[in-house]
């Protein structure tokens, strides 16, 4: 199996007294994917499922199975932490229906890399669903080299990587002229998903999309398909979107700008998170009508 396209992680909309809204939720899906989204993640980071309960969960990845069930599309589910063992019970859980699980590397213990090795090798050869490993570094403290990340990508029920490590540096440049054709790179840093696109990522996992799936849809198409000087246009201009979604805690302003936007209840996050401020929501707002409006025009060329 292998993953291309855009993946949009959804957000946890939650009414004012910060109970799960569902019907937002439903209607976010739907709508992610009919504007051009190949899948869904649920229980990313940008749906704060630390803070959500059991039961909670339970209904988010429910409620976005039968969107993807409906649209013939891809579900992707954050499942696993720091324990080994107790990631392996929580992919044990998963329905193999589901298209693969988005698995952390270990946080906050900073295990070697032969340990993240050792971890993941245990998760592949358990898990009912493929994997995509989430490198994040600047949330996990913990640097995956290129010889551990193509170790990785040669593992037979590990498909892929959400890559985000804040920049495009020399590990990244050498993984994508390194691993193998079936191992999907996916952006994972909205601000730099261009360049690893223009490197040859699949495609992205991209909370910015929330807010446009449309044109970050068009965005991988364009740096997959061309034109180049599209795909150039719509970086520039969904680069500066990014930085306005991302310049205060994520899904903070995602969260108040959907929610300006009647698109979901209310801008509640749960806490340590606070919600965004009004200068933050308002320059993404801005920044959201600038792409929108460019993108319109784009359409009637």
Known sequence: MTLAGLFVPLVTPFTADGALAADALEGLARSA????????????TTAETATLSTEERGLVVDICARACREHNAALIVGAGSNSTAGSIEALANLSPH?????TVVPYYTRPSEAGVLAHFRSLAAASPVPLIIYNIPYRTARTLGIDTLCQLAEEPNII??????GGIDDTTVELMRRCPADFAVLAGDDLYAAPLLALG??????ASANLDTAAFAALVAAWRD???????ALSHRLAALSAAAFAEPNPTVIKAVLAARGRIPSPAVRLPLLQASAAATSAAVAALEYCSREWQEDLLV
């Not at 892929?160 to 490590?165: E, I, L, N």
């Not at 061309?226 to 150039?232: I, M, T, V």
């Open 33 to 44: 994917l009919e504007a051009g989204a190949t899948g869904l993640v649920a229980l990313g």
């Open 98 to 102: 589901i298209t693969a699980a988005l």
């Open 160 to 165: 892929g990587v959400k890559h985000a490590v």
């Open 201 to 206: 990522a699949a495609g992205g996992i991209l």
């Open 226 to 232: 061309g034109p180049l000087d599209r795909a150039r």
